[in-house]
């Protein structure tokens, strides 16, 4: 069965940290740009970060700069986003996403809840 598998989130005060993880099974990444959406309640899914099949290139939404980091380990098949300084405005379902081509695979997502 070919999926993606987020995981990581959960409940965290403002300021604090999460490192969520995405995890392919039944095929490799090593061809896939992954990115890591979110969407809040009432409102669109919308990009936070992406990274290139070879990790060379990164690119993050402006309200991830200076605070989330995308990752990837090819070997672990898996694609990372440390999240730092957390803020309540980044309570969300997580997603993540691979692309290659005409393929297109999106996980169950994972909720991140930032909260005193």
């Known amino acids: 069965q070919l999926q993606l598998v987020e995981s990581g989130g959960g409940l965290v005060q403002p300021g604090g940290s999460l490192r969520l993880s995405c995890e392919a099974s039944?095929?490799?990444?090593?061809?896939?740009?992954i990115g890591w959406f979110r969407q809040a309640p009432g409102k669109e899914r919308e990009g936070v970060s992406c990274?290139?099949?070879?990790?060379?290139?990164?690119n993050y939404a402006n309200s991830a700069k200076g605070r989330f980091t995308i990752s990837r380990d090819n070997a672990k098949n898996t694609v990372y986003l440390q999240m730092n300084s957390l803020k309540p405005e980044d309570t969300a379902v997580y997603y993540c996403?691979?692309?290659?081509?005409?393929?297109?695979?999106w996980g169950q997502g994972t909720q991140v809840t930032v909260s005193s």
């Open positions: 990274i290139s099949a070879s990790g060379t290139h990164t």
């Open positions: 996403n691979a692309k290659w081509g005409l393929m297109d695979y």
């Open positions: 039944g095929f490799s990444l090593d061809y896939y740009d």
